[in-house]
């Protein structure tokens, strides 16, 4: 959505705010989502009665809030759409992937002696695209052919120009019509399948090596991982993962003698080259059959060298709130009556969409779910994951932040200590909209210095001023 300009409507708005009485506590309220863009307003009350006596201890209601509502933060992971909520995400999966290497949380510090690597799997080639080359720091040209091939479509293969970090035609295609659309995609809707068959892959792999079979190697070894997933400019995924032995017991115990980081590479190296995903020909798409990619990046990650945990952890955590705006996609659900022609979109994303809703309407492909994550060119998955064994939870780390709020409220009184065995809690809430009306979003902006989108997308019979 566009941002908020300094319309007379949105002028007005933001006076008759800055006039309401309630204005201190509307901005307490702003302070305490952290900053969200697009807050969520419930509307309800909390009441606490002493089991034994039914006595009232202590009642909230948000008849006395600003506009009859309680604010709080959306919680989203996607920094294009909440930075201030995106950045508590990637705090979050920061301490969560460092806890998995020096330990913490949860995790012994024996742990960073255990072997651990960091992985990056790539997507294969779907035609030649613009990029940007360097070598011992000087930027090489993009494609420099000497004797290029003009395509099919009288594209000439060849780009000798030095790309610019930012241009704008990074990523898309030198012969649109010679591009792989299908395949793009088809890759993105089923890399979550390619990395659990990598898994199992790579269980199966140590197994054989160590001479074991898959339930005796779960007596000796367990293998730990965290992954995320990194859209590239071209609109394909690729995966990083840091991946680590353990004892039987995971990180509180120590892996055998013979599981080195040596031989976990060469399993891994044999793992992503072993798996592939077939899919069905649908209409007039012959079935094909998707694999991951030549460049296979492994590094060991070590305490005293390059690589360190807290690089690895900020690599990986930067990624967790990003999805595919560096392609240029939407930032929302796409309709299939929708008209690609009316969005702002350059051919690229507008191809690899219009590919996703082509290829949805296919009874064999119904699986994938393309026309549903079109705006997500095919992929489905999640960005971020965990095995059990790895470290601790994103939950669990929300429940130490919740605790240490709740503590922080009891301590300077603004909420009363109860014994919760003798208290019976009553709630009741409903959502009421989210978002900023436009006053209040140009208020925002004055504020913060960031732009916010309007109008505010309300639910139920929240008027605008909620």
């Known amino acids: 959505m566009p941002p908020t300009h300094p319309t007379p409507h ?27 863009r697009q807050p969520i307003h419930m509307r309800g009350r909390v009441l606490h009665v002493d089991r034994a006596t039914g006595r009232l201890l202590h009642s909230y209601t948000t008849t006395g809030e600003p506009d009859g509502v309680l604010r709080l933060p959306c919680k989203t992971r996607r920094a294009s759409r909440c930075p201030s909520c995106a950045e508590v995400y990637r705090a979050d ?13 949860g995790v012994p510090a024996s742990v960073t002696a255990h072997p651990c690597l960091f992985v990056t799997l790539t997507a294969p080639s779907f035609g030649a695209v613009h990029t940007r080359r360097e070598k011992n720091g000087k930027v090489q040209p993009c494609h420099a052919r000497r004797d290029a091939e003009t395509c099919p479509h009288g594209h000439v293969m060849s780009c000798m120009a030095r790309h610019g970090d930012n241009e704008a035609c990074l990523g898309e295609p030198l012969c649109p019509d010679c591009y792989d659309y299908s395949g793009s995609v088809l890759f993105n809707a089923l890399a979550p399948q390619l990395w659990k068959y990598v898994t199992d892959a790579l269980r199966r792999r140590v197994a054989k090596t160590a001479g074991l079979t898959l339930r005796e190697l779960r007596q000796h070894l367990t293998i730990s991982f965290a992954k995320v997933a990194e859209y ?18 995971g990180p509180t115990s120590p892996p055998p003698a013979w599981a080195t980081a040596e031989m976990l590479t060469h399993a891994v190296q044999h793992a992503v080259k072993a798996v592939t995903a ?17 460049q296979l990046d492994i590094r060991e990650i070590t305490m005293d060298g390059e690589l360190s945990d807290q690089a690895v952890a900020g690599y990986i955590a930067k990624y967790a ?30 191809r690899l969409i219009a590919e996703c809703l082509r290829l949805g309407e296919l009874d064999e492909l119904a699986d994938l779910r393309l026309a549903q994550w079109a705006h997500m060119l095919g992929f489905r998955g999640h960005f971020s994951t965990r095995s059990r064994y790895y470290s ?3 939950g669990s780390i929300r429940d130490e932040r919740r605790d240490f709020a709740r503590t922080e409220e009891i301590t300077t009184g603004r909420l009363p200590l109860f014994d919760e065995d003798t208290v019976l809690v009553i709630v009741s809430w409903e959502y009421a909209g989210k978002g900023f009306s436009v006053g209040d979003a140009l208020l925002v902006s004055a504020l913060t210095g960031i732009p916010l989108a309007a109008p505010p997308d309300f639910g139920g019979d929240v008027d605008e001023s909620a």
């Open 10 to 36: 949105a002028i007005a708005g933001m006076i008759t705010r800055l006039n309401d009485p309630q204005y201190s506590r509307w901005a307490a309220q702003l302070r305490a989502t952290g900053g969200c």
């Open 93 to 105: 999966t920061y301490q969560l992937i460092r806890a998995g290497l020096v330990g913490g949380k």
């Open 278 to 294: 077939t899919v069905p020909a649908a209409g007039d798409d012959p079935s094909r059959v998707l694999r991951w990619g030549r």
């Open 392 to 394: 601790t939870t994103m």
């Open 232 to 249: 590239q400019k071209r609109g394909v995924v690729h995966f990083h993962a840091v991946i680590r032995l353990d004892g039987p017991d």
């Open 321 to 350: 709130t990003k999805a595919a705006e560096c392609v240029g996609t939407l930032d929302r659900r796409i309709n299939p009556l929708d008209d690609l022609q009316a969005f702002n979109l350059r051919d690229h994303p507008r």
